[in-house]
T-cell receptor, first 114, second 115 residues
Framework: AQKVTQAQTEISVVEKEDVTLDCVYE???????LFWYKQPPSGELVFLIR??????QNEISGRYSWNFQKSTSSFNFTITASQVVDSAVYFC???????????FGGGTRLMVKP | DARVTQTPRHKVTEMGQEVTMRCQPI?????VFWYRQTMMQGLELLAY????????DSGMPKDRFSAEMPDATLATLKIQPSEPRDSAVYFC?????????????FGPGTRLTVT
């Protein structure tokens, strides 16, 4: 069985603050893939990043960065200099080699206030 | 810009009625997924197809739900008869052929309300 936990249900920050969204996962598989999706108020789920279990390099894309640590089974997401447009629900998800079905965390609602 | 499309975007129906939701995956994608999103349960997988064959529908209530792919450009999810507890947003997602762990691209969802 696999599980994804996003302990922060809601985070509120003021624009330009940095914010980190936590994601902890559980799986018995040695090969797995982790994802982050963004769900803005419009409702659509937008793919942000994929990381496989063999690649622990951190990744940076503009104001977004991801920190993957197998030792703590975590895949955290940081937004630097947050903007109002970053307000959304962010989901962390996991899939294993056994199939491509995504197991989602409960999501973290991020509110960025001007 | 290729996208997954879903129809209808919104559906309000009365309990007991049949509901059909449709999805057009991105051209060339061979995996199709149906997810349901509710406040209580979050996002949960209902069914999964690869090359139009159902591979996993263990998340779907079998007595009233059915999922099919009549052809590579159309996936359907039917509920008959519908119940108020089926009220949710239903997402279709598609993914490219080949490697496991490929990202899935989601449609805009169908918001279903059963009264």
């Amino acid at each position: 069985a696999q599980k994804v936990t996003q302990a922060q249900t809601e985070i509120s920050v003021v624009e330009k603050e940095d914010v980190t969204l936590d994601c902890v996962y559980e799986t018995r598989d040695t090969t797995y893939y982790l994802f982050w999706y963004k769900q803005p108020p419009s409702g659509e789920l937008v793919f942000l990043i994929r990381r496989n279990s063999f690649d622990e390099q951190n990744e940076i894309s503009g104001r977004y960065s991801w920190n993957f640590q197998k030792s703590t089974s975590s895949f955290n997401f940081t937004i630097t200099a947050s903007q109002v447009v970053d307000s959304a629900v962010y989901f962390c998800a996991l899939t294993t080699n056994a199939g491509n079905m995504l197991t989602f965390g409960g999501g973290t609602r991020l509110m960025v206030k001007p | 810009d290729a996208r997954v499309t879903q129809t209808p975007r919104h559906k309000v129906t009365e309990m007991g009625q049949e509901v059909t939701m449709r999805c057009q995956p991105i051209l060339g994608h061979n995996t199709v997924f149906w997810y349901r999103q509710t406040m209580m349960q979050g996002l949960e997988l209902l069914a999964y197809f690869r090359n139009r064959a159902p591979l996993d529908d263990s998340g779907m209530p079998k007595d009233r739900f059915s999922a099919e792919m009549p052809d590579a450009t159309l996936a359907t999810l039917k509920i008959q008869p519908s119940e108020p507890r089926d009220s949710a947003v239903y997402f279709c997602a598609s993914g490219p052929a080949g490697l496991v762990g490929n990202e899935q691209y989601f449609g805009p969802g169908t918001r279903l309300t059963v009264t």
